[in-house]
Structures are given as structure tokens and as C-alpha cells.
């Protein structure tokens, strides 16, 4: 803070800001980081910066932000079912609602676990479409072919305080080329070229140096921290494997980032979902319900032809059914055990 205070410069991409962006790349092997003041504008951002209009085929299984992105370009969201097992939009359930209006894919990484993404490119590249992954939970997640962000035409990060890697209140923009990176660079501030010139209705996205420095403080800590998730997630899979309705999904990343760890209460489970949820609050356990409702449930796309829940079944009952457990780094072994023992006991397993 001092450092910022003496250069006398708060913002726009001041020092800290662009070595944040330098020291990001690095870290996550990407070649061109922008760096944003949240995720939901880097998400508005990169839709605009791609020249996206008409249709794009989405998820409804995600955080509001991933639609009202679409609805603040002005773009029409059309949901598909997920996979059942990734939680992450089906590929050939994409290839199905394709139509002349289609121009982008719009998936998520969810829980970090990555989408199919050969069988969407695939899909993109047959259909001339584009392809942008909100991969707001996928940060240092990695596949057999390196990191996930490398893929489709741009990814958009999150660094949100609940997130792995965080500043607080942050985000970004993850492109392939520099000249993407200068234009996305350029709609982040108001569509400045220069000083005196404009050419694209920009809007004001800059991450503060403030913000920044604590990236840069962060990013020194976030293997540490990552480490430290891994080992409660093991826990957790060791102690509830054996619990009859709970189910526990695997993530297919060749790196995890633990970033969170759902599970799935099914039909054997004495308790409903949302019953567990009230008995795990009562004993000051608290669970999320992430994500319930499903965006296509919400009233401003309930009206929408794809979100009839006729058309979305695996996606409404994995919302009805999912429950994402305390996950962060200073969550002690004791208290996981203390929250399996209640999840069994709650199961009849004494």
C-alpha cells in the first residue's frame, strides 16, 4: 500500500496491475491475461469482444452471472441438459439445438471439473461457431494436455473472494492472440485507443492496484492453499464413501484445484436434500445448495422455449439433489470428521 501511495497511480493498469497479468500468465501457462474488477464484467466483455448477436447455446446449471452476461449483450440464451456425471453441458445435446441464429457456445467448467471440451470444439468447428468457457471455478485446473483456459476462443476467470485464487472483488479474460488482448484491454476501459480517440462502446473494468498487489500477495500462497483443500478432500471421500445415499462425483482433471466438493444425496438417503441442509445448519454446518435454483428456473427465463424443465431433466434433478460441503483451507481434519459423523448419523449409520 505504500508502494501504490508513493507512485501516487490507484488504477488504470498501474505497475502492480501489470505484473499481476505477467505473474498470472506464468502461473497458469496462458499466454494473455486481462485482468478485470469481477468476473461477471470480464464475462460481458469477452461476449462483446467476440462481435457475438443472435443465439447462444448455454447451461443452466451455473451462477446467474453466466445468463445475465448473455442478457447484457442483448443475446439469446438457449439451455441444454448437462452430463450427469461433470455436471457440464452435453455435447450432444448442443449439436441438437443448433440453429441458423446459433453463433457461440457459452459452457462452464463446473466445480473446476472441465467440460468435454474435444467433443465442443468439435461441435463449434462443424457449426462455425465460437466457443467461451466461464471457467470462474477452473483456476490452475489442468487436463492431460495442460491447462483448461487454453481452450475455445476466450476463458473468463473469477476471482471473487470465495475463490481458490482471489482479490477480493476481481476477474479476467484469458485470450489467444495479442491483438484480442488489446481490444478486450480497450472495451475494459471504455473503448480507449488513445487519449483522444474511441472506437467500441467500452465499459469500465479495471481491477485497482490495490486489488491488484493483493493478487500478487495471493498468488504466492495459492499452492499452499490448494495443498491444503486436497487434503480435505480426501478426508472427506475416505469418511463418506461408504454413507448409502450419498454419492460422490470425481473430477476428471489431471489437476484439481478442490476448489469445491459437491455431493449428490439420491433417493437412498433417509433425508431429502433440502432436509439435510436444515439438519447440517443446525448443527452449524453450512452446506450450499450450489446451484439451486437452476438459472432457467428463475422468473426472467422461466419464459424461455429451452427452459422448460421438460427439456432439462438431468439438470433439475441434479438441482434438487446436489449439496456442496464446507471446503477452504483452514478447515481443520477434526471438524471434517465432526461433519461426516453427523452426515452418518443422519444417514441411520450409527
Not at 455435447?91 to 441458423?100: D, L, Q, R, V
Not at 461408504?242 to 433417509?270: H, M, Q, R, T
Request: net charge negative; aromatic share 10%.
Amino acid at each position: 500500500m505504500e508502494k501504490i501511495w508513493d507512485a501516487k497511480i490507484l488504477t488504470n493498469g498501474g505497475p502492480f496491475h501489470q505484473q499481476l497479468e505477467l505473474e498470472l500468465a506464468e502461473y497458469l501457462d496462458v499466454e494473455f491475461v486481462s485482468l478485470f474488477s469481477n468476473g461477471t464484467i470480464a464475462l460481458v466483455a469477452a461476449l462483446k469482444a467476440l462481435k457475438i448477436c443472435g443465439d447462444v447455446i448455454t447451461t443452466p446449471y451455473s451462477f446467474i452471472a453466466t445468463a445475465h452476461s448473455l442478457l447484457w449483450n442483448e443475446l439469446n440464451p438457449i439451455f441444454v441438459d448437462i452430463d450427469p456425471d461433470t455436471f457440464n453441458i452435453d455435447p450432444k445435446k448442443i449439436e441438437a439445438a443448433i440453429t441458423p441464429k446459433t453463433q457461440a457456445i457459452l459452457a462452464v467448467h463446473c466445480y473446476g471439473y472441465p467440460c468435454d471440451v474435444d467433443a465442443i470444439d468439435e461441435v463449434a468447428k462443424r457449426n462455425n461457431l465460437k466457443v467461451i468457457y466461464d471457467a470462474a471455478h477452473a483456476f490452475g485446473v489442468e487436463d492431460g494436455d495442460g491447462s483448461i483456459l487454453k481452450y475455445g476462443d476466450l476463458s473468463v476467470l473469477s476471482f471473487h473472494a470465495t475463490k481458490v485464487f482471489n482479490v477480493f472483488e476481481g476477474g479476467a479474460v484469458i485470450s489467444r492472440t495479442a491483438e484480442m488482448k488489446r481490444n478486450i484491454d480497450q472495451l475494459k476501459n471504455f473503448g480507449f485507443i488513445n487519449e483522444t480517440e474511441i472506437d467500441a462502446v467500452g465499459i469500465n473494468g479495471k481491477l485497482s492496484e490495490l486489488n491488484s498487489s493483493f493478487g500478487l500477495v495471493q498468488l504466492k500462497h495459492v499452492k499452499a492453499e490448494i495443498a491444503k483443500r486436497k487434503l480435505i478432500d480426501h478426508r472427506y471421500r475416505e469418511l463418506l464413501s461408504s454413507v448409502e445415499g450419498i454419492c460422490l462425483p470425481k473430477n476428471p482433471a489431471k489437476i484439481e484445484n478442490y476448489s469445491y466438493f459437491p455431493i449428490i444425496v439420491d433417493k437412498k438417503f433417509p433425508l431429502s436434500r433440502d432436509e439435510l441442509y436444515e439438519k447440517l445448519k443446525m448443527q452449524e454446518i453450512y452446506s450450499r445448495r450450489y446451484f439451486y435454483p437452476l438459472i432457467s428456473n428463475f422468473s426472467m427465463y422461466s419464459l424461455f422455449e429451452s427452459s422448460l424443465p421438460s427439456k432439462l431433466p438431468i439438470a433439475n434433478r441434479t438441482a434438487d439433489q446436489i449439496l456442496c460441503l464446507p471446503i477452504y483451507s483452514d478447515l481443520t481434519i477434526a471438524e471434517v470428521d465432526f461433519i461426516c459423523e453427523q452426515l452418518s448419523k443422519l444417514s441411520g449409520v450409527v
